[in-house]
């Protein structure tokens, strides 16, 4: 009796040590740099986001489960031709990086893979809210030195090997890596528009040059926040780029 | 009389075959999701293959771009030969599921007189994400209920190729027409 007393106790302070892949955000507001008519601010509902963004070792799980995925069968209209490219094969990702972020997933395999363990990809706006929090604070943008600390980040070149998504900056919330690994796939990265696009021009359209106005007022530290904007609006779904990854969202499409 | 059943059997077996060759990679078809029409019947991508398509997005309560969508979507059907014109399909698909019920939809083909030939659909709201992604299409919601969208008409081929995209909302009604009578002058597969 008392060695299952036992049993039971190692295996509830087991559980305690083991930190939970899922965590919740509380609702909040903020200001979008982008995307708010009139720079509103923004309700984002209570959400659970993956504390970590996907690795090569969990999207190999995905693709053994789901062969249409994988490099070799996926159909062109879902991904580019560089789709995993840095794959050693079909099922194994690069060598020695089990537990970095995977990179080069084209959307449509993000949100599949999303969907294969009952989530979704995080909104823009979701994501956005989560990438301001701080180490210390939900709003962090208010504090200068973590403004400092993402510019360094976004002026740093990418590393020859991402390393693993444990050992990355944790903001107040317990999520890792919003800054400082790679770019993230969000659910609506198309909704900005760009103005002559018939024109090939890839120039964003007024809410940007607005914000961009507004920008030139401020301090440029702000300026991660407008690259994120303009990379997103740069991107088709099928893209597969090298520093590009996802993370998965959980809960209600807002 | 078996072999009889049994030559009909083989014989629908054949044609089914032949109509269901495997769709390219490309093709807009491969995506798997439903959606539901002006009169509420259900609709798979695949189940559209077999017409040369006319497709655009739009939202039925829009009051700037979307009807000039439109118009220049009927005005195209208005140039075609009455041959042709049978042979040409035209899509409209809601970028405001929401608000853009079936009845919705049907109210809307009625007052805009879009004739049989014209399919109206809504569906959910990552399918519609998913569509306007595969067409390089790009919308927002804003806060007053109003969307921010590209302008766009794309022609689709029988198979759901994207044989021609026009964006921004610049006539391009003469190389629509062109696009179209090259895929219909083409010997049907």
Not at chain 1, 84 to 93: E, I, M, P
Not at chain 1, 164 to 193: C, I, P
Not at chain 2, 100 to 119: M, V
């Amino acid at each position: 009796m008392r060695r299952v007393g036992i049993f039971w106790l190692l295996l509830c302070l087991s559980s305690l040590a083991i930190e939970s892949t899922k965590v919740t955000i509380p609702a909040g507001s903020f200001v979008p740099l982008m995307g708010s008519q009139k720079r509103q601010a923004l309700a984002v509902a209570s959400f659970q986001l993956s504390r970590y963004p996907v690795t090569n070792g969990e999207f190999g799980q995905f693709l053994r489960v789901h062969p249409e995925w994988r490099r070799s069968r996926i159909k062109r209209l879902f991904a580019e031709s560089g789709y995993l490219r840095d794959w050693v094969d079909d099922l194994h990702g690069p060598k020695g990086q089990y537990s970095s972020p995977v990179t080069n997933v084209s959307w449509f395999a993000a949100r599949a893979y999303c969907r294969s363990v009952g989530g979704r990809l995080p909104s823009q706006n979701e994501w956005e809210w989560v990438a301001q929090a701080s180490a210390s604070e939900r709003n962090g943008m208010r504090q200068p030195e973590f403004r400092r600390q993402i510019l360094a980040w976004y002026a740093r070149p990418n590393p020859e090997h991402w390393p693993a998504v444990q050992k990355t900056y944790r903001n107040v919330y317990g999520v890792h890596a919003m800054h400082g690994l790679v770019w993230e796939w969000v659910e609506d990265f198309n909704s900005l528009l760009v103005t002559g696009e018939s024109r090939g021009d890839s120039s964003l359209d007024l809410d940007l040059y607005c914000a961009g106005g507004a920008l030139s007022g401020l301090d440029p530290s702000d300026y991660p926040t407008y690259m994120r904007y303009a990379f997103r609006s740069s991107l088709k779904a099928r893209y597969a780029v090298p520093n590009l990854g996802f993370r998965v969202a959980y809960g209600r499409t807002p | 009389m078996i072999r009889k059943t049994l030559t009909v059997c083989l014989t629908i077996a054949a044609l089914a075959l032949a109509s269901a060759a495997p769709l390219s990679e490309t093709s807009l078809y491969n995506l798997e999701s439903r959606w539901s029409d002006q009169n509420g019947t259900v609709h798979r991508w695949a189940d559209l293959r077999g017409e040369v398509r006319v497709v655009a997005l739009i939202y039925t309560h829009c009051r700037s771009v979307c009807p000039a969508i439109v118009q220049q979507m009927k005005e195209t059907e208005a140039r075609l030969s009455p041959a042709e014109r049978k042979r040409v399909a035209f899509l409209l698909v809601s970028m405001d599921p929401e608000a853009d019920t079936s009845d919705q939809l049907r109210h809307f083909a009625e007052n805009r007189q879009l004739g049989p030939n014209w399919l109206l659909l809504r569906g959910k709201a990552a399918d519609v994400r998913e569509l306007a992604s595969t067409l390089d299409f790009k919308y927002r919601k804003n806060s007053n209920r109003e969307f921010s969208h590209s302008a766009m008409i794309t022609l689709l081929d029988a198979d759901g190729e994207i044989v021609d995209q026009q964006l921004g909302l610049g006539d391009g009604s003469s190389e629509r027409l062109r696009a179209l009578s090259k895929l219909l002058a083409a010997p049907s597969p």
